[in-house]
């Protein structure tokens, strides 16, 4: 009798393990599948736009491109309905279900209107192609061949996005004109007479010697001709569209629900990055409490100054005295370098994961603060640029938090991490924007823990960068489901924080154009400092501040359903063990 018992507890176990091993390959090969496609399309849904590379053909962004997308996406989920979730292990099953969320987001994208605001007040298809170079390596003859084949493709490129926009004009989903206002500069900046002064040819310039003499000099001849007779007049094609067709049908309206069906699009976008079903009227309220909140603590340092002055005297002795600012390039990255370096002498007391992948620090090249992530090859550093063209929009006591935010321990981690997980590779490059954001605000919170913000004006420094984020989420929703003129919002933005006047009003233009973005980061900070709060109260004595964060990082990007639901079985399986 026990024999028999035996032989089928065997057989069982034979048969689930098989089981779940069908159901892994099965998973693992739409997953396959739909990497090779999203490589040969050139588009990766849900993907940090900074990253963008150029990688042989463009992406076809034509309506024949997006219906071709659309269509293989809902074959994909096809073929995942057809798996049982509950067969596969417990890394699978994570991976199954990000997959699927990500599938039907690509789904509900194709039914919006996404492709008809190729176009920020930051940035553009335009800019982040000329940005591109930047951020890529060249190291043999194949990566030059493969840069000519872009460049070369650039009008077919060009002429899509036309087209899009042309079909914006007539939808009158257009950008809001004061907003646009000066916005053509960002094109005819690459209107260069000289080829070999153009931003494209900065990789022909440095070609490696491990390229013959006579290869460089066919390399370099293409690139002058395709630059010279093909991106540039493209360039000039794009500036007199936009200037002749695009800003004379410019919208009169601030809020995107002033549109066709804009309510529902602005839902949509609010779902997109924020990963939550919160509704605008949630969010407004949520930001006027944070910002009461942190403003108690901000009167507070102005006490301790003994300053003689209310809050909007201080914030105004913060935006004209010199002392808060550098008059020189060089000098504003000699400081974000240096609190980088004494940053990563405490991290390792704070994180038990820890990336192997590096990083640069640049001046950004079209103005603004970001980070661009290594391209996973290991061949590229991560970058975080740093706005040098406007020193006076870079207050000093505002560089810790923003250094924290966008290297190390924040985007430069996040990132880096995710390339170097064991998990699938769609999993390595995905980008939810509450998840990263709010990792990089509650990174900025983190550096007080670690002994920052000595200066009491850097720590206002941190705290008017956290009102910052409480004020998005009021002046965003204030504007596209409330009625909120600009100037509302830009007054609101300059009396609640320490922005410099040109920042606040550049931000307010920001959120104008790019509607839901800006909320992800106080929404997804809030709730990575609910998680640890929980952490903290159920373990007491037994939290540990590296697990914490081990925890929130070593599943790469994820939906903040899916980052809580996670995070409460690994809290489970810490309160067990104790």
């Known amino acids: 009798m026990f024999r028999h018992t035996l032989r089928f507890v065997m057989l069982f176990s034979t048969l689930l393990f098989w089981t779940s091993h069908v159901a892994a390959e099965n998973l693992d090969k739409i997953l396959q599948d739909h990497w090779a496609e999203a490589n040969k399309e050139q588009i990766f849904f849900r993907k940090d736009p900074d990253t963008f590379r150029m990688n042989g053909k463009l992406p076809d962004v034509s309506d024949k491109g997006r219906a071709r997308r659309a269509a293989f996406n809902q074959s994909i989920l096809s073929r995942l309905s057809k798996l049982d979730p509950n067969k596969m292990s417990a890394a699978d099953q994570v991976t199954y279900s990000l997959f699927k969320y990500e599938r039907e987001a690509e789904a509900a994208s194709y039914k919006q209107f996404d492709h008809l605001f190729p176009l920020n007040k930051y940035a553009g298809f335009h800019t982040y192609f000329a940005g591109a170079p930047g951020n ?61 002064q153009s931003v494209f040819y900065a990789p022909i310039a440095n070609m490696p010697a491990t390229i013959t003499p006579d290869e460089q000099s066919r390399i370099a001849q293409a690139a002058r001709a395709l630059i010279t007779d093909v991106v540039i ?17 410019c919208r009169t309206s601030v809020g995107i629900t002033a549109l066709e069906d804009g309510v529902n699009y602005y839902q949509y976008l609010i779902e997109y990055y924020t990963t939550t079903q919160l509704n605008a009227d949630q969010i407004h309220k949520m930001g006027l409490d944070e910002v009461a909140r942190i403003k108690a603590e901000m009167d507070a340092i102005i006490k301790q100054l003994k300053f003689d002055g209310g809050f909007s005297d201080f914030v105004s002795y913060l935006r004209t005295d010199p002392s808060f600012y550098t008059d ?10 240096y609190i980088t370096r004494k940053a990563a002498a405490q991290l390792p007391k704070w994180f038990g994961l820890l990336p192997r992948s590096t990083f640069d620090i640049k ?20 970058t975080y640029f740093i706005d040098t063209q406007d020193l006076k929009s870079q207050p000093l006591y505002n560089l810790e938090a923003l250094t924290f935010h966008e290297a190390e321990p924040g985007h430069h981690f996040q990132s880096s991490i995710a390339m170097e997980l064991d998990v699938p590779e769609f999993r390595k490059t995905l980008y939810h924007s509450a998840y990263g954001e709010g990792w990089g605000l ?12 000595q200066s009491p004006y850097s ?24 009625g909120w003129s600009r100037q509302q919002a830009i007054d609101y933005l300059a009396e609640h924080t320490a922005l410099s006047m040109a920042d606040v009003v550049a931000q307010i233009d920001r959120y104008i154009t790019w509607p839901a973005q800006a909320l992800s980061y106080k929404i997804g900070e809030l709730k990575i400092r609910e998680l640890r709060h929980k952490a903290e109260t159920t373990l007491g004595a037994d939290f540990d501040i590296r697990a914490f964060h081990d925890q929130i990082l ?24 104790e």
């Open 136 to 196: 890529m390596s060249f190291l043999n003859l194949g990566d030059y061949e493969n840069y000519l084949v872009s460049l070369a493709d650039f009008p077919r490129f060009n002429q899509d996005h036309i087209t899009n926009l042309r079909a914006a004009i007539a939808k009158g989903y257009t950008h809001y004109c004061e907003s646009f206002t000066n916005y053509e500069k960002t094109i005819s900046k690459h209107l260069v007479e000289d080829a070999t």
């Open 233 to 249: 007049p493209e360039y000039r094609r794009f500036y007199t569209f936009f200037t002749n067709e695009y800003m004379p049908n």
């Open 328 to 337: 020189s390039e060089q000098d504003l990255l000699e400081k974000a370098s």
């Open 363 to 382: 001046p950004s090249p079209d103005g603004g603060a970001y980070y661009v992530a290594p391209d996973g090859s290991g061949t590229t550093a991560g």
């Open 442 to 453: 509650y990174s900025e919170r983190l550096g007080k823990e670690m002994g920052f913000y």
């Open 459 to 482: 720590d206002f420094g941190r705290l008017t960068y956290e009102m910052w984020r409480a004020c998005r989420l009021v002046v965003d929703t204030g504007m596209h489901a409330k």
């Open 554 to 577: 070593r599943n790469g990007s994820l939906p903040l359903a899916t980052l809580e639901e996670l995070f409460d079985q690994w809290l489970a399986q810490q309160k067990a063990r």
